[in-house]
């Protein structure tokens, strides 16, 4: 910028006057720039994630667990993953995912939790293995041509092929058409020379296909056989879960290495909260983080949930009020949630979940608990169980009857007045 005055006393407040715009601007361009990119460094480096699978700097521990799924991912080992909702099975598989693909290994992911039949489930594999196993658009086509002649399927795609791209099946789910598509990744293996893990999350929804069984024994049949393929299951609704693969008479028992996942560890979650708030240019103390985790029992999704609204009220140094203010918070926001759930419960039902709050976690059908809390008969109790925990609102733990959503119990209890 030029700034041209005469030599006179007025020329110079004019030259005064227009420097110090100069600088005024510049400050203002400079603040602006600093604000803009720490805003951006924010939104790139979001301090806590729920609601996604946690990656990256958002990930915290599951060392041995990442260690152990690697290896049988490796080793051709198949792999049960089970746990609560929200505890973290699709983040730890999607990051071992990550760091087991290559050339010699090639890793399908699968999620089949909207298929409600054999067939939806037939498509959403067939799909999931062409795609994930072929990088070109040619390698996928030439796959389908070879592996899936006798069913000829129906190729629709959108402008960007490799980036979207829709397949359906037109078979009849009760003939060979089923062993075919279940062959595939075995046959793509062998003719790329590599290794195959196929991971199939929400696995628990195969028990709810009509005929679930006989579908079961068809996969595990054809599974089993397959030299260069292995399969990481996993999958939450822990009773389904459990059934499926630990009913001695049903097809699944025994198919590979059960893993029971843990929650993550008070210590670890500490360290992890306290440096998201340091990147972010925000203090919380250890004492304050640890209080986030035990008020909602170490629960991951609710962990990651809770801090970041304890972050959002902190100024610069948390405090407990911007703790209480966050609880506060993450109950008004999961409410609706938690209606809905509740909503359709029948009194014996309500009854139930006001003695497992009362402290009763076993021994139900006491005169004294059937009196208590209006049970009817002690038949009636059972049914009552069974209804809450296909519902899961309960589990039952080491035969302890529990409420597993800690934000759950603490709104019910008010919702109770206990
Ligand atoms: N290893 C982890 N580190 C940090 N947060 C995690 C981790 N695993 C899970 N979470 C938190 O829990 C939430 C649910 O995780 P997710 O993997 O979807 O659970 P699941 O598949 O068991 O339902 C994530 O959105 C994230 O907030
Ligand atoms: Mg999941």
Same mark, same amino acid.
């Given at each position: 910028m030029q700034v041209i005055c005469a030599a006179t006393g007025e020329g110079h407040i004019y030259s005064t006057i227009c420097w110090l715009l100069v600088i005024i601007l510049l400050v203002i361009k400079l603040f602006l720039i600093f604000v803009l990119e720490y805003d951006l460094r924010i939104m790139e480096n979001k301090p806590f994630i729920f609601g996604v699978a946690a990656s990256g700097d958002n990930f915290t521990d599951r060392e041995k667990e990442t260690e152990r799924l690697l290896l049988n991912f490796r080793h051709g080992v198949n792999t049960i993953l089970i746990s609560p909702r929200r505890w973290g099975k699709t983040s730890l598989v999607q990051k071992v995912c990550r760091l087991a693909q290559s050339d010699k290994l090639k890793v399908v992911y699968l999620d089949? *939790?909207?298929?409600?039949s054999d067939k939806d489930f037939c498509d959403a594999f067939a799909v999931a293995v062409l795609k994930q196993t072929s990088s070109k658009l040619e390698e996928w086509l030439e796959n389908v041509k070879l592996f899936l002649s006798r069913i000829s399927p129906r190729i629709s795609m959108s402008t960007d092929p490799m980036a979207d791209f829709s397949i359906s099946l037109e078979m009849?789910?009760?003939?060979?058409d089923v062993d075919e598509i279940l062959q595939l990744p075995e046959k793509i293996a062998q003719k790329k020379g590599c290794n195959i893990v196929v991971c199939i999350d929400? *696995?628990?929804?195969?028990?709810?296909?009509?005929d679930s069984k006989t579908f079961q024994k068809r996969l595990r049949s054809v599974w089993q056989l397959q030299k260069s393929v292995s399969y990481c299951l996993f999958g939450s609704k822990k009773h389904l879960m459990n059934e499926l693969f630990e009913k001695?008479?049903?097809?699944?028992?025994? *198919?590979g290495d059960t893993i029971y996942l843990q929650k993550i560890g008070t210590s670890d979650w500490v360290d992890y909260i306290c440096s998201r708030f340091e990147v972010t240019g925000k203090h919380i103390s250890r004492e304050l983080a640890e209080r986030i985790c035990q008020i909602v029992d170490n629960h991951s999704s609710y962990v990651q949930q809770l801090a970041w609204l304890v972050w959002i009220h902190t100024d610069m140094i948390a405090t407990e009020h911007d703790f209480e203010a966050a609880y506060q918070d993450i109950i008004d926001q999961n409410t609706p949630l938690f209606e809905k759930q509740t909503e359709s419960l029948t009194t014996y039902q309500m009854n139930f979940l006001r003695a497992v709050l009362g402290g009763?976690?076993?021994? *139900?059908?006491?005169h004294e608990v059937l009196q208590k809390y209006q049970f009817g008969s002690s038949a009636n109790v059972s049914i009552v169980k069974r209804a809450l925990i296909k519902k899961e609102l309960i589990e039952v733990e080491n035969r302890q009857v529990v409420i597993p959503d800690p934000v759950l119990k603490v709104w019910l209890k008010k919702e109770l007045e206990m």
């Open positions: 089949i *939790f909207s298929c409600r009849n789910p009760k003939d060979d929400e *696995f628990q929804q195969i028990a709810e296909f009509k001695k008479n049903l097809p699944f028992y025994k *198919f009763v976690h076993s021994e *139900f059908t006491t």
